[in-house]
């Protein structure tokens, strides 16, 4: 089972709304971080926000942790076009002393203009 | 700097023979991931290196499935005996340290016939 789980699996919105986009985990992390990809090629990272912060903010980008509820969310605010993507986010969950970098199934965000 | 890069970009291949797929690191990242997409699907993590450690191979779908990274540099991951479920973006990343923000390549994009 995932790890880290978007939601909502897809999101569309007009542009200059604000876009929020939820994740949830399953075991104790380090920190997490959100990712932005497009057209299904490389991943760009966003931010990422450590276990002992509880909100981040980045431009427009506004991410915040709740590590009681194993929850992250991501606020776009004043959505633009160009934000149209998916949207991950990765935790990095530990097994057995391994590292296992994990990403959800991601947010797909429509902008329209 | 340069960031990660990946060769081939695209990769057609018949059914059961062998693909070697490339990834070039960020000089100085200590960790390399791959990961597999599948169309419209979040990311799977198939293996991990950091530093001269032996690498996290828990994630590698199957025993067709190897990769080295040699010199802590470049990696290779090889797919032998290549079936149609493997049509998949492949994507690596490297990081300064483990758990550290991740930089992607833009995928090698296999299609398996």
């Known amino acids: 089972s995932q790890q880290g789980e978007e939601d909502p699996q897809a999101l569309s919105i007009q542009e200059g709304e604000n876009a929020t986009m939820n994740c949830s985990y399953k075991t104790s992390i380090n920190n997490l971080q959100w990712y932005r990809q497009n057209s299904g090629r490389g991943l760009v990272h966003l931010i990422l926000?450590?276990?002992?912060?509880r909100e981040k903010h980045s431009g427009r980008l506004r991410v915040t942790l709740d590590t009681s509820k194993k929850s992250s969310s991501l606020l776009i605010t004043a959505s633009r076009a160009a934000d149209t993507a998916s949207y991950f986010c990765a935790t990095d969950a530990r097994s057995g002393g391994s590292y296992i970098p994990t990403f959800g199934r991601g947010t797909s965000l429509i902008v329209h203009p | 700097g340069a960031g990660v890069s990946q060769s081939p970009s695209n990769k057609v291949t018949e059914k059961g023979k062998d693909v070697e797929l490339r990834c070039d690191p960020i000089s100085g990242h200590t960790a390399l991931y791959w990961y597999r997409q599948s169309l419209g699907q979040g990311l799977e993590f198939l293996i991990y290196?950091?530093?001269?450690?032996?690498?996290?191979k828990s994630g590698l779908p199957s025993d067709r499935f190897s990769a080295e990274r040699t010199g802590g540099s470049v990696s290779t991951l090889t797919i032998q005996r290549t079936q149609q479920e493997d049509s998949a973006v492949y994507l690596c990343a490297s990081s300064l340290a483990t758990g550290d923000e991740q930089y992607f390549g833009p995928g090698t994009r296999l299609t398996v016939t």
């Open positions: 926000i450590r276990s002992n912060e």
């Open positions: 290196f950091q530093g001269n450690s032996a690498p996290d």
